[in-house]
């Protein structure tokens, strides 16, 4: 388990979240960069956390005033180590953890019709092929919504997938975040 890092904002500031080992966690300044850049927007809003790892960006935004999240994550440990996160904040009624593959957990968030206000994912840098991530996103966020990804500085995204279209990228050392809107209609 690595060191606990902080909640950075909102009604559980200052509280630490437990890591697993082999998790890399979205930095500090990143994270920070893009809950300023959020402000009061995700209050009272519904999160989906894709590759959630330790749940970070899901417990700050809850910690923030979201009103719920979920947590997809493939790993045992990043599972656990969510539900006890969860359990410790004082989240554990405004999350729900699903672990397996991404695909398959988010096509069943499909099926049944859910939509999210915002979007989060920071796929292993291994991931190279983004098309079938975006096309599922696409269907689960609300047409308000905001989808963020984490991915290398070098990473090319697109600047128009579907119903989404890139608003920005903004840069931190190694990685960069891509922040999408609908297109409405």
């Not at 206000?117 to 609300?142: E, G, N, S």
């Amino acid at each position: 388990m690595k060191k606990g890092i902080p909640i950075t904002g909102g009604k559980r500031k200052g509280g630490k979240i437990k890591v697993p080992k082999g998790i890399r966690p979205t930095q500090g300044i990143v994270k920070r960069s893009l809950f300023d850049s959020l402000g009061t927007w995700i209050q009272d809003k519904t999160v989906l956390e894709i590759f959630a790892g330790s749940g970070a960006i899901g417990f700050e935004a809850l910690s923030r005033g979201a009103s719920f999240c979920i947590f997809v994550e493939k790993a045992r440990a990043g599972f656990m180590v969510i539900k006890d996160n969860a359990e410790f904040l004082g989240f554990k009624d405004k999350v729900k953890v699903l672990r397996g593959d991404y695909l398959r957990v988010l096509n069943d968030l499909i099926k049944k019709e859910e939509k999210f206000h915002f979007i989060f994912a920071d796929p292993p840098y291994t991931l190279t092929v983004f098309d079938p991530l975006f096309k599922r996103v696409a269907q689960l966020l609300d047409e308000n919504g905001l989808f963020v990804i984490e991915v290398r500085k070098h990473t090319i995204l697109p600047n128009k997938f579907l119903n989404l279209k890139k608003e920005k990228e903004v840069s931190f050392g190694q990685s960069k975040l891509a922040y999408y809107s609908c297109i409405p209609g």
